[in-house]
């Protein structure tokens, strides 16, 4: 069981990336998937998250209207496209998944049961 973050890079500002989050020995379908974010010397916080569904759709304030998650369940992918990057996006982003129905939350870590190891965004000119 495995999820696998992907897509990250060195963008300017303003530039955009697109994250992919694979998952491999468990289908995606049933699970809530959220994107996590971690700068240095800041706490993890959640981003955005979808519900297995998709009927449940969550993104932070700061990147309300740059940020898109998408899921495609036939390629057991959820992918988070971003626009309009800034500086202040830099971290190291993590994708999480669990088992839920029609919901998604990032308030509570620790509910989530499966973390990818982090894929590295620097917005930098």
């Known amino acids: 069981v495995q999820l696998q973050a992907s897509g990250g890079g060195l963008v300017q500002p303003g530039g955009s990336l697109r994250l992919s989050c694979a998952a491999s020995g468990f289908t995606l379908d049933d699970y809530a998937i959220g994107w996590f974010r971690q700068a240095p010397g800041k706490e993890r916080e959640g981003v955005s998250c979808?519900?297995?569904?998709?009927?449940?759709?969550y993104y932070e304030d700061s990147v309300k209207g740059r940020f898109t998650i998408s899921r495609d369940n036939a390629r057991n992918t959820v992918y988070l496209q971003m626009n309009s990057l800034k500086v202040e996006d830099t971290a190291v982003y993590y994708c999480?998944?669990?088992?839920?129905?029609?919901?998604?939350?990032?308030?509570?870590?620790?509910?989530?049961?499966?973390w990818g190891q982090g894929t590295q965004v620097t917005v930098s000119s």
């Open positions: 999480a998944a669990y088992y839920s129905g029609n919901e998604c939350h990032v308030d509570v870590p620790m509910d989530y049961d499966y």
């Open positions: 979808t519900s297995s569904s998709a009927g449940r759709i």
